[in-house]
């Protein structure tokens, strides 16, 4: 299908229409350097960080610490107030991004209760007023973009994706589910749809999008310009180039050789970037790297105890090859 082969146009960028979602504590600097040795033109876009956090210098420091060859990158934001969020755009952009997005969707209990993510949506006074100063200070050479749900406990993605426009917003992503439904249930097209008829602004989708399958199912029922992955990457770096393969009709071969190299990479930059934590905040991913092999549960229980990155990688070669 030719909207395949076509590019997602946001301002005066352009990108393939896969998209490499935001997952906090999954989608790090590491994990997007992957991505990254796999797909060179795909869009990223980074974890969740409070525009408070990123004006301190520790918090900053920690946000910003990501390298231009992850970009193009979407540096992801939360706020609930219009405050900070001036000092926080000037040192994403001096830190070398391509795009601004306003997180407008999470569902997680202690950033609702701040009254930031999905929490925006039921106060569209206070969003816009945040909005505009995002446009304000963010130049105009970085296009401004924003993630929301169907809403907050109600739906008015409609409402809220028209507001967005309203304040110059230059794309906007849509997860459509309610803040109860988190991650779980259906996603509901009709909403996704209907916020794409109602707005001229790029419209990404993002829920279950899997595959180039579930990519094609979703354009059919929605006609949005671009998808975000999310879970789907997870362990899988390859997945944005696996699903572009597939819609050009190609094939794209995984092998345990494959997954052994990416997961000894995966562990090398995990430890690169956050020393003896990496080797902890690997374990998180080892499962998936493992799963469906016979033994995947001894070497699990081996692996989640090892100390040392020499330990792991001598256990997954043994294993993966
Ligand atoms: C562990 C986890 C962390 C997430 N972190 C973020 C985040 O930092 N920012 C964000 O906008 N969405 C976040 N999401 C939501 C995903 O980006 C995505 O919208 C959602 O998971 C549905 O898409 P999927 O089915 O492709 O995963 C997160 C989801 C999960 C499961």
Redesign the pocket.
């Known amino acids: 299908m030719d909207y395949f082969k076509q590019n997602l146009k946001i301002k005066h960028l352009s990108f393939p229409r896969f998209i490499g979602?935001?997952?906090?504590?999954?989608t790090d600097s590491p994990f997007r350097k992957l991505v990254r040795d796999f797909s060179k033109e795909e869009l990223l876009?980074t974890?969740?960080r409070h525009v408070c956090s990123v004006v301190t210098p520790k918090g900053g420091a920690m946000a910003l610490d990501f390298s231009q060859y992850e970009r193009p990158l979407n540096f992801?934001v939360s706020a609930n107030s219009p405050e900070h969020v001036k000092a926080a755009c000037e040192k994403i952009v001096q830190a070398g991004v391509d795009m601004i997005?306003l997180?407008v969707?999470?569902p997680a209990r202690n950033v609702v209760t701040s009254c930031c993510g999905s929490a925006l949506m039921a106060n569209p006074v206070m969003l816009e007023k945040i909005l505009k100063e995002f446009k304000r200070v963010i130049p105009d050479h970085v296009p401004f973009t924003i993630?929301i749900r169907s809403g907050f406990k109600q739906v008015n993605a409609v409402d809220i994706a028209k507001l967005a426009q309203d304040c110059g917003v230059d794309a906007l992503?849509i997860?459509p589910r309610l803040q109860p439904q988190m991650?779980t249930g259906l996603?509901d097209y009709k909403v996704a749809a209907a916020v794409k008829q109602a707005v001229s602004i790029p419209v990404i989708f993002?829920?279950?999008?899997?595959n180039f399958k579930t990519a094609k199912m979703t354009y059919e029922a929605t006609g949005v310009d671009g998808f975000?992955?999310?879970?789907?990457i997870w362990a899988k770096p390859w997945k944005l180039e696996e699903m572009k393969q597939h819609a050009m009709g190609n094939e794209y071969v995984v092998d345990q050789s494959m997954i052994l190299q990416v997961a000894l990479r995966h562990l090398s930059l995990m430890v690169e970037q956050f020393g003896v934590h990496g080797l902890l905040r690997f374990r998180k991913h080892l499962p998936f790297y493992i799963k469906g092999h016979p033994s995947a549960s001894a070497l699990r229980s081996r692996l989640v105890r090892s100390e040392s990155e020499a330990d792991i990688k001598e256990g997954l070669q043994e294993f993966l090859s």
């Open positions: 979602g935001p997952l906090d504590g999954i876009y974890e969740m992801q997005d997180n969707g999470c993630k992503a997860h991650f996603p993002s829920g279950n999008v899997v975000l992955i999310g879970r789907g």
